[in-house]
């Protein structure tokens, strides 16, 4: 059982970072990849931001257009993300995400993902 915690949200203006962190207490090193989703005001699904697999191989939503960076931290047992030029449309609940068993699709699809975190809020102002 691997349990996530994410953290790292809040306030943000426009144009401004914020860097969010995803601990996995639990088998940290037997996830084959994780990811972080978000999931917008007034939408009801989640969409993926970015994913990174055990092997370090990334997948960005285009929505990221290169200002997002995902990465995974072996010694915390954390996956960061590190959000710079924010946007008021980044403005979501941020989730993350594990996968364990063995995934069909790249990027992972939501369905395919064993483990999510609560849970993060980041809101941007223009």
């Known amino acids: 059982q691997v349990q996530l915690v994410e953290s790292g949200g809040g306030l943000a203006q426009a144009g401004g970072s914020l860097k969010l962190s995803c601990a996995a207490a639990g088998s940290f090193f037997s996830m084959n990849a994780m990811g972080w989703y978000r999931q917008s005001p007034g939408k009801m699904q989640r969409d993926l931001v970015a994913?990174?697999?055990?092997?370090?191989?990334?997948n960005y939503a285009d929505f990221v257009e290169g200002r997002f960076t995902i990465s995974r931290d072996n010694a915390k047992n954390t996956v960061n993300l590190q959000m710079n030029s924010l946007k008021p449309e980044d403005t979501a609940v941020y989730y993350c995400g594990a996968v364990e068993s063995d995934y069909v699709n790249f990027p992972p699809r939501p369905y395919e993902y064993d483990y999510w975190g609560r849970g993060t809020q980041v809101t941007v102002s223009s």
């Open positions: 994913v990174i697999t055990s092997d370090g191989r990334t």
